[in-house]
Nanobody
Framework: HVQLVESGGGSVQTGGSLRLACAVSGYTGSLGCMGWFRQAPGKMREGIGSIDSDLRTIYADSVKGRFTISRDSAKNILYLQMHSLKPEDTATYYC?????????????????????????WGQGTQVTVS
């Protein structure tokens, strides 16, 4: 039973920083690429970044230069460090992992910011910037 649990959300003033964490348990095999997504009220879920097993990262333009994704592969923890936060960053933030089969791992490599590439999701953590 795969579980992803996010933590670290909260309220922060404009220009502030937060670090989110995502702990993964129950996953067998290599995690491969993992992603961070967010969803603001009334908006579609947005892929904001991903990191693969070689620690290569991809970011959406909306967060590039402000957000950094990292992972502790030994502990199966994914991180999202957020700096220079803006009110438009207010959203529920989710981490996601793909299924471990060959097709899913290939798909996520080709579309790392697509929510369709991921099968396992955390419950989300709220980030509010004012």
């Amino acid at each position: 039973h795969v579980q992803l649990v996010e933590s670290g959300g909260g309220s922060v003033q404009t220009g502030g920083s937060l670090r989110l964490a995502c702990a993964v348990s129950g996953y067998t095999g290599s995690l491969g690429c993992m992603g961070w997504f967010r969803q603001a009220p009334g908006k579609m879920r947005e892929g904001i970044g991903s990191i693969d097993s070689d620690l290569r990262t991809i970011y959406a333009d909306s967060v590039k230069g402000r957000f950094t994704i990292s992972r502790d592969s030994a502990k199966n923890i994914l991180y999202l460090q957020m700096h220079s936060l803006k009110p438009e960053d207010t959203a529920t933030y989710y981490c996601a992992a793909p299924m471990g089969d060959w097709y899913s791992l290939s798909f996520v490599r080709r579309a790392p910011l697509s929510e369709n590439a991921y099968s396992y999701w955390g419950q989300g953590t709220q980030v509010t910037v004012s």
